[in-house]
């Protein structure tokens, strides 16, 4: 057992499992009892704990955890400093940010946030929404909603502030988006008073710089090959380099052949292939990638 550990707060739920599979991507070997709210993080410098991200903020501004990962939505909702180490861009259904929208039913005449007033509006962004609603000069009643936000307008509220990714389940609902009013996505954050210890610091940008590079892995490949050094310039006009590909000459010191390495997106191989090898490449190899540090 670790001296020294730091305190990491995981969220519970819908990006539970995303999560897991993030930090499984990006070396630490997580396991999770269902009957316990502390995973193993397969690291005796962490002390993780699962919780709702609604919940997250606060347990960290009060300096119960150190650092954690959570919604930007719910920083605005609690109202709390953190420090801010990056962004994560992944959430359960893709790698997008989430976006909260004001939303009626389509029907309705409502067509801008000052026509909320004196209506009724559902949320579970309560205090966000009342400081917008207050920003804007409109008087509404706002709701906490315990879920099947969307199901409420127009029988039950006159508009949602809901979020989604894709807008499907706004729109089997016959929901209109009157305006996004910003976007969300998860981020990995800190107390102040762990940010400021410096053996806490390093362990935090060192979880950062790993989760970063997991995601930039993400949905790319790298491709190795051989090939002639006249066809070098041929092969290389096919590539879309992350950056320059990488070229060197082969161990066999034959100065005719080169080797080419280059990491690209995942989606382009299947036509880059053929188009390599009618450029002359040979010793065509595709492999995965589990973290990219740029």
Not at 243 to 251: C, E, G, H, I, Y
Request: charged content about 25%.
């Amino acid at each position: 057992m670790s001296d020294r550990q730091l305190r990491i707060g995981l969220p519970k739920g819908s990006l539970q499992n995303s999560t897991i599979e993030l930090f499984n991507k990006a070396g630490f070997a997580v396991t999770v009892d269902e009957r316990a709210y502390s995973p193993d993080l397969g690291d005796e410098e962490l002390w993780g704990v699962l919780l709702r991200a609604q919940e997250l903020p606060l347990y960290i501004a009060n300096g119960v955890l150190d650092c954690g990962l959570t919604g930007y939505d719910w920083i605005l909702e609690r109202g709390v400093d953190l420090v801010e180490v990056s962004d994560l861009i992944y959430a359960k259904g893709g790698m997008r940010p989430y976006r909260w929208v004001l939303a009626v039913h389509e029907s309705s005449d409502i067509q801008s946030i000052e026509d909320l007033d004196g209506k009724r509006i559902a949320t579970e962004l309560v205090s966000m929404a009342k400081r917008l609603l207050a920003e804007h000069g409109v008087e509404a009643q706002v709701e906490f909603s315990w879920g099947a936000t969307e199901a409420k307008c127009p029988d039950l509220v006159d508009a949602v502030i809901e979020g989604t990714e894709t807008g499907s389940t706004l729109r089997a609902n016959n929901l209109r988006v009157v305006e996004v009013l910003f976007e969300s996505c998860t981020k990995f954050v800190a107390s102040a008073e762990a940010w400021n210890d410096p053996w806490k610091r390093e362990k935090i940008e060192s979880i950062s710089l790993l989760l970063n590079a997991a995601l930039a892995a993400e949905n790319k490949v790298g491709l190795k090959m051989n090939a002639r050094e006249e066809d070098l310039e041929a092969i290389l006009d096919c590539l879309p380099a992350l950056k320059m590909p990488t070229v060197s000459p082969l161990a066999n010191g034959d100065e005719q052949w080169v080797a080419i390495e280059t990491i690209l997106d995942a989606s382009v191989v299947k036509d880059l292939i053929p188009a390599l090898k009618a450029a002359g490449a040979q010793g065509i190899i595709e492999y995965p990638l589990t973290k990219v540090v740029v």
